[in-house]
């Protein structure tokens, strides 16, 4: 039973390292008994319940050069230390990824966006969790940086299971990388919440490419709140690929998508019911984003 008291942290040791290889040589020497800080939208909360009790803490948010977002090679490179609010109102995130743009417009409320990073949400990995469906439907890289180097692993091996990444203990997250989506793409980020600031019933990332002809050169679909971790909807991709993109075909997306869904029945509603919605929201999602093909 969660009381008043259960609300203050455990005593911890406070840490504000003021470079990465500051940060790692005290995740060396505090292993398991240490946890990384950025924005604490995540972690604080979690230690005020007691479920997460480190003994020491190391604040990462005041080191420099990991708040950045750049444009390169058609790609964009988000330093881990980039706050929501900041991606969300990116021009370069807008013009050339809005759906990111727009599933960072959704995590929490304005003060949440303020303090909550990208790398936060990413190392956080709640299924329900607006950015992480984005990274997946991108197959974005994340830069992982330990004291033995540097590491990039892609999306897909990145989310291993709920609340569980690849990142090892010892490493910092240092950046994500997502595509610039190429012309004649268009994007949306659409989310199922109980209220505004809630986490997402299901939500659906989409991306569309069409060529000159109209035809569906690639398409990408991720989902939130529908498995362990952030889904890639590969299967309902496939019904869209090399085709236009008619009513029947988004209709054969939408039922794949889910198909492919495993939610879990909850107090955001049954498995059945979100099954339903990921229907209703891969359909509108494709469609909003075929709407914006440019
Ligand atoms: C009121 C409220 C409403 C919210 N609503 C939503 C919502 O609607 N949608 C949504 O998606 N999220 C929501 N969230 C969750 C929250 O916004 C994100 O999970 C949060 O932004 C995580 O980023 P952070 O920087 O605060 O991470 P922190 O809380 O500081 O850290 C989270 C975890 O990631 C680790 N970590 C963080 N950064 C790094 C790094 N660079 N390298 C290694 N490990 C790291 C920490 O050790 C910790 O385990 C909400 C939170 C609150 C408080």
Redesign the pocket.
Known sequence: MFTLFNMIPRAFEYYAPASVSEALSLLQKYGDES????????????MKLRL?SPAHIID??RIPG?SYIKEEDNKIRIG??T??HEVETSPVVKSKCMVLSE?ES????Q???N??????????A?P?????SVLVALDAEFK?TGSSGDRVVDARNFFQDIFTTD?RQN????EITVPALPPRSGSTYL?F?RGA????IVAVAAAVTLDQAGVCQDVRLGL?GVESIPLRALKAEEALKGKKPDDNAILEAAARASEQSKPSSDIRGSAEYKKEMVKVFVKRALKTALSRVS
Not at 35 to 46: H, I, R, W, Y
Not at 106 to 109: L, Q, R, T
Not at 115 to 124: D, V
Not at 197 to 200: E, I, L, N
């Open positions: 946890k990384v800080l950025a924005g604490g939208q995540s972690l604080v909360p979690l997460v990462i948010g990991l881990a230390l706050t929501h599933a959704h995590v929490g409320d003060q949440v966006r303090r909550g990073t990208i790398g936060g949400s990413a190392c956080h709640d329900a969790a607006d950015v992480p992982m990142l490493e910092i997250l240092a989310k919440e600031g809630d986490f997402a939130a």
